[in-house]
């Protein structure tokens, strides 16, 4: 696993050079006053596994708000790392309906609630997921009121192509635990 020192334009661009083709999606375009508060990535003899990027910043409704992107190949783990479940893969994806909807590209993707009823950690987050482009997508959001936000399709973009844009995205802030 790599994740930077601290979270800067320069750290980013390293971080996407190191995921190569592998998507590092986040919400798009970033509200006023969120910012990119830490990244990460997952690598093996394969080439990249998965990757994370979180935004923090505030709603009027919750105050402090962080909003976990893990893209992942099955059997990685890392949103489950992030999400504090045991288990590499999320479970009771795709039965009933989804809880909400994100864009992904052209596609349109459901995510289902993932119980974390069952980990060690206060009921501080909600965590959703589920498939994109053959990759399991999941979101966590703390607090867990904060997924008042999903209520409308979020656009998740993958920054990893997004040339010039990328200079003017705000990086900082303090690293939010997971």
Not at 25 to 54: H, I, K, N, Y
Not at 127 to 143: F, I, N, Q
Not at 153 to 158: K, V
Request: hydrophobic fraction near 45%.
């Amino acid at each position: 696993m790599w994740t930077p020192v601290e979270s800067t334009y320069d750290a980013f661009v390293a971080h996407l050079e190191k995921a190569g083709e592998f998507p590092t999606l986040l919400p798009w375009p970033l509200g006023a006053g969120w910012s990119v508060s830490d990244f990460a990535l997952v690598a093996g003899e394969r080439g990249t596994l998965g990757t994370l990027a979180c935004c923090s910043g505030t709603s009027a409704l919750d105050g402090p708000v962080d909003v976990f992107v893990v893209t992942e190949e099955p059997g990685t783990g890392l949103g489950a790392r992030v999400a504090k479940l045991s288990g590499p893969d999320p479970v009771d994806v795709g039965e009933g309906p989804p809880l909400t909807k994100v864009r992904v590209g052209s596609a349109s993707v459901p995510l289902w609630a993932v119980s974390t009823s069952a980990a060690d950690e206060e009921f501080d987050r909600v965590v959703v997921a589920g498939e994109a482009a053959g990759r399991w997508l999941w979101m966590v959001l703390r607090p867990a009121s904060a997924m008042l936000l999903l209520r409308d399709e979020w656009i998740l973009r993958d920054v990893s192509g997004l040339g010039p844009p990328l200079v003017e995205m705000p990086f900082g802030g303090p690293r939010p635990p997971w």
